[in-house]
């Protein structure tokens, strides 16, 4: 109960302390989910605390917010948000989110540069089933090697 109270209020104080001023993109975000859930048979869409979180991608020192949609259930759908590839993941930098698809996901740092580590599905790198991630840096947008 305590999860879903603090959610509601990381959700929701925004929209209220905003008035008319547009929502902030992850929240934005995460009120689609929310209306896609609910427009799906009537489902009931629940998060938890983990579903944004705030850490530094660009390495300016300011936070940037992710929205991990691993976080996000409806009660009447299983995958909305994800599949065999993974979930989705946006990355709101400069008020532009950023969308990947992966099953995990973890910020790094690689010689003080920070570094998004996403796995993702083993057809990414080859043919044969296995582990296969992707490392995504911050330099005027986001760059990995292909």
């Not at 008319?20 to 929240?27: F, G, I, K, R």
């Not at 991990?68 to 709101?92: E, K, M, N, P, R």
Request: glycine fraction near 8%; aromatic fraction near 10%; hydrophobic fraction near 40%.
């Amino acid at each position: 109960m305590r999860v879903l109270l603090a959610v509601l209020i990381l959700v929701f104080i925004p929209i209220l302390v905003a008035g008319n001023e547009p929502m902030h993109p992850a929240t934005e975000i995460v009120q689609k989910a929310k209306q896609t859930c609910n427009d799906f048979e009537n489902g009931i869409f629940q998060t938890t605390q983990k579903t944004i979180t705030l850490h530094d991608i660009t390495g300016d020192g300011r936070l940037e917010q992710f929205v991990d949609a691993s976080q996000f259930s409806c009660s009447s759908a299983l995958t909305l948000w994800g599949g065999t590839g993974g979930t989705y993941l946006w990355i709101v930098v400069d008020g532009k989110p950023h969308e990947f698809l992966g099953k995990t996901w973890k910020v790094v740092e690689v010689d003080e540069q920070p570094v998004l580590l996403l796995a993702v599905h083993s057809s990414q790198c080859s043919d044969v089933i296995g582990p296969c991630y992707r490392a995504f840096a911050w330099q005027d947008g986001f760059r990995t090697v292909r």
